[in-house]
């Protein structure tokens, strides 16, 4: 078992930056892929990206992909999500999870932990 807490969030400009951090408890951290997700208000929880066990592989949605970074530090038990050239539409909630099933699952039922989210708001 993991438990996920997700830190860094913040309100920024458009074209700012951002960093969130995702820090997990637990010895098996290396064990699990990560995903970030993200929900707006009134919208579902959306994939944004995903990396595996060992960091080597990431997956990124379309809308991110080239603007957004995922990496991890296994020996920190953490995971990050650096956001470059912010956009109003990517105000939300952002999740951190780990799954044990698959690298680069979009699906948020095979996540099986969550961290309680982040508050990203970019203003225009």
């Known amino acids: 078992q993991v438990q996920l807490v997700e830190s860094g969030g913040g309100l920024v400009q458009a074209g700012d930056s951002l960093r969130l951090s995702c820090a997990a408890s637990g010895r098996t951290f290396s064990s699990y892929a990560m995903g970030w997700f993200r929900q707006a208000p009134g919208k579902e929880r959306e994939f944004v990206g995903a990396?595996?066990?060992?960091?080597?592989?990431?997956y990124y949605a379309n809308s991110v992909k080239g603007r957004f970074t995922i990496s991890r530090d296994n020996a920190k038990n953490t995971v990050y999500l650096q956001m470059n050239r912010l956009k109003p539409e990517d105000t939300a909630v952002y999740y951190c999870?780990?799954?044990?099933?698959?690298?680069?699952?979009?699906?948020?039922?095979?996540?099986?932990?969550w961290g309680q989210g982040t508050q990203v708001t970019v203003s225009s």
């Open positions: 990396i595996s066990w060992s960091g080597g592989y990431t």
């Open positions: 999870a780990a799954t044990t099933l698959r690298v680069g699952s979009t699906q948020t039922y095979e996540y099986a932990y």
